[in-house]
């Protein structure tokens, strides 16, 4: 995918260069405010979370991720990280082996939303499901609070399927924890396989895992078929 510049945004894909830039961006933005990091309590806007940079540091290295930077040239914000979308390949086995990592985690908080992410994956076997053998993994969407209600998001999804069509991929799939991202998705042709409501994931004791805040009630697992 070429750079290429639209909205006073220039998007392109993610290298090296840039992901200490991306980590910070997150560390401002979706490490405390997507829904479930929100409801965990995961961590205080600013600041890092050793697991989910990992975490993201892992995703930015399949090279299929996009970045939108301001283009502004007149602007005191020209250059900097305005959104990210992170995408990551998703092999067979993956996500079991993610699960059973995720036991020896210290965090638990992490624990808590990653466990719920995973268990939901696991109900079902996409590879067989859709007869792929590879899963072009939509997992982070990002757009700083400074830039949102731009369509920055929008464009982000759809760059996101030129690359996974220019890489030759068949399926895309999203765990869209929010209503906003979840309509996003849908407004680009992705379809709701299969969902959670947060107030009835219990623990055993029936407490709610993750008090979520209105209006987001649920997660989705999307997929687009290409
Ligand atoms: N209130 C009302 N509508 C909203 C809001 C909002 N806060 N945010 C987005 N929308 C709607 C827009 O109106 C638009 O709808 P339209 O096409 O009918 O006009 C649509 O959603 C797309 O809006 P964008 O401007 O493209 O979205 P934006 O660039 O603001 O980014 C995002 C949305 C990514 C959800 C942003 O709010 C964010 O970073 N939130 C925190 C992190 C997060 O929750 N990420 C998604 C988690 S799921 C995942 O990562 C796979």
């Given at each position: 995918l070429?750079?290429?510049?639209?909205?006073?945004?220039?998007?392109?894909?993610?290298?090296?260069?840039?992901?200490?830039r991306?980590?910070?961006?997150?560390?401002?933005?979706?490490?405390?405010?997507?829904?479930?990091n929100r409801a965990a309590g995961l961590c205080q806007q600013g600041c890092g979370n050793s697991?989910?940079?990992?975490?993201?540091?892992?995703?930015?290295e399949d090279q299929l991720s996009i970045m939108a930077l301001d283009a502004r040239k007149d602007s005191?914000?020209?250059?900097?990280?305005?959104?990210v979308v992170l995408n990551g390949v998703l092999l067979p086995g993956d996500t079991e082996k993610a699960l059973d990592k995720l036991q020896f985690s210290c965090d638990k908080n992490y624990k808590k939303i990653f466990e719920l992410l995973y268990r939901h994956s696991l109900q079902v076997?996409?590879?067989?499901?859709?007869?792929?053998?590879?899963?072009?993994?939509?997992?982070i969407l990002s757009?700083?609070?400074?830039?949102?209600?731009?369509?920055?998001?929008?464009?982000?999804?759809?760059?996101?399927?030129?690359?996974?069509?220019?890489?030759?991929?068949?399926?895309?799939?999203?765990?869209?924890?929010?209503?906003?991202?979840?309509?996003i998705l849908r407004?680009?042709?992705?379809?709701?396989?299969?969902?959670?409501l947060y107030a009835k994931y219990k623990d055993a004791e029936g407490q709610i895992i993750l008090p979520v805040e209105a209006p987001h009630i649920k997660m989705q697992l999307l997929v687009k078929e290409l």
């Open positions: 070429r750079p290429t510049t639209s909205l006073n945004m220039e998007y392109k894909v993610i290298c090296a260069d840039y992901y200490e991306v980590i910070d961006h997150l560390r401002g933005n979706f490490f405390a405010d997507e829904p479930l697991e989910l940079e990992h975490h993201s540091l892992a995703t930015l005191d914000n020209y250059g900097q990280i305005a959104g076997d996409l590879f067989k499901c859709f007869n792929v053998e590879r899963i072009f993994d939509v997992r757009v700083d609070a400074r830039y949102r209600g731009q369509g920055i998001a929008k464009e982000l999804v759809r760059r996101t399927e030129l690359v996974a069509r220019e890489s030759d991929y068949h399926l895309l799939k999203a765990d869209a924890t929010g209503i906003f991202s979840q309509k407004s680009h042709g992705f379809e709701v396989f299969s969902e959670q």
